[in-house]
C-alpha cells in the first residue's frame, strides 16, 4: 500500500503517464452527460449522503477508473472526495470535463477534493493553486480540502502560527473565487508542541472561523490520543465535514469496515449538528487480507447509513 503522504508526491507523475479512456472523451465528446439524479440542488451540500474519499481505492481507480467509479455508486455512495489531481489536470489519466461526466453518467457528484498546497505555502506561488482552483470549479466541488501538511512547515510553534495566517490568505482568495477552504488532519497534529499546545489547537486558534473550515477525519484524532467530542465542545461548528474510517481492534494502525472496530461512531454522530458536520465520507487506507475492496466499501456504506445517518 501507499502512503498519503508518498502517493501526494507521486500522483502527479503516475496520473500524468496514463491516458484518457477513449469511452470517456466519447461521452463529452457526445454530450452524454446524465442528469445528475441524486446530485440535485437539494443534495448539493451533501448533508445526510453517505460519500467516499477515492483514496480509498487509489489501487484500483488508476488502473480503470470507468470501471470503479461505476462500482463506488452500485456500493452505496452518491458523493465523492477526489484526491490526486495531476500537473496535466487529470484525475487518474481523465481529464476533469471527462471525469465530471463520469460522475454524472453514475449519478455521482462531488462537493469536496484534497489539493496540496505546499508551493503556495512555500513559495506563495499559484500555478499549481490555479490548476486545483479550476478542478474545482469544473467538478463543481465547495470546498478544496488541503490533505496533508509538510513537514517543514511545521517544526516550531511559530511555524504553525505562520501557516494559521497562510490559510485565512489562502482562504480570502477561494471566497473570492466562490470556493471555501478546509484542512483535513492526520494524528501529528496532536503531538504536543510545547507543554500546553498542540499544532491543531494553534491552527484553530489562529484561523478565522469564518473563512477556515476543518475537515475532521475521526480515525487519526482517536489515534492521535485527542476526543473528538471534546474538540466539538470547545471549537462548535468548525468541523464541517467529518473522515469516518474505522479502528482495527486487535491493531490500532490498521483500517477496518466501519461498524467493526473500536471507534463509537453511534456516540460520535449524535454531536453532529454541534460540530457543524455538513458532509460524512468514508474512507479506508487498507483492507484485510483477503477482503475484497468493493464488498469492503459496500459494507461500510450499509453501516453508514442504516446506523449513522439515521
Known sequence: MTSRRDFLTQAGLVAAALVTLPSLKGLVAAGKVANAGGATAAHAAGKGVCGLQLYSLRDQLPKDPQTWIAKVAQAGYKNVETYGLSSDSKFFGVDTKAFKALLDQNHLFSTS???GVDEYLAKGTDHDLGLAIDAVHALGQKYLTVPYLGD???????????VAGQFNDLAKKLKKEGIQMAYHNHNFEFVPVNVQTRGYDLLLKHTDPELVHFEMDLYWVVRGGADPVQLFHEHPGRFVMWHVKDMNKTTPSLNTE??????????????????????TFMEQ???????????SIAQSAAYIKNKLLV
Open 113 to 115: 477534493g484534497h489539493y
Open 152 to 162: 517543514q512547515f511545521r517544526k516550531t510553534e511559530a511555524d504553525w502560527v505562520k
Open 258 to 279: 466501519v461498524g467493526t472496530g473500536s471507534i463509537d461512531f453511534v456516540k460520535i454522530f449524535k454531536y453532529h449538528t454541534l460540530s457543524g458536520e455538513q458532509q
Open 285 to 295: 487506507e487498507n483492507y484485510a487480507e483477503g477482503m475484497d475492496p468493493f464488498t
